[in-house]
């Protein structure tokens, strides 16, 4: 079984700073990549960030410089950095994770993590 568990998530206002953290547990192997998603009520699950294992690393449209996402694959976890928030930003924060296969990869999913940015 493999788990996934967020933690970080919360109230802060605009401007301030989280950070989530996520760690990935159970049997899985060749993690990559993992990183964040995120859903606001009434819209679709957008990607948020990804770390790969040799340091690359994506970010989704709406982040625009301001998070930062960072891995230990040696731990199978990860963090986001989020600074200068939103309004906008706030959404349930889901951690992701990808299992290479020979062929093919496994998906996982945390349960989320709420973050909420007051105005």
């Known amino acids: 079984q493999v788990r996934l568990v967020e933690s970080g998530g919360g109230l802060v206002q605009t401007g301030g700073s989280l950070r989530l953290s996520c760690v990935v547990s159970?049997?899985?192997?060749?993690?990559?990549?993992m990183g964040w998603y995120r859903q606001s009520p009434g819209k679709q699950r957008e990607l948020v960030a990804l770390?790969?294992?040799?340091?690359?690393?994506k970010y989704g449209g709406s982040i625009q410089g301001r998070f930062t996402v960072s891995g230990d694959f040696a731990k199978n976890t990860v963090y986001l950095q989020m600074n200068s928030l939103k309004p906008e930003d706030t959404a349930v924060y889901y951690c992701?994770?990808?299992?290479?296969?020979?062929?093919?990869?496994?998906?996982?999913w945390g349960q989320g993590t709420q973050v909420t940015v007051s105005s």
């Open positions: 992701y994770a990808e299992e290479e296969l020979t062929r093919g990869y496994n998906d996982y």
């Open positions: 159970g049997n899985i192997y060749d993690i990559n990549p």
């Open positions: 770390t790969y294992r040799h340091g690359e690393t």
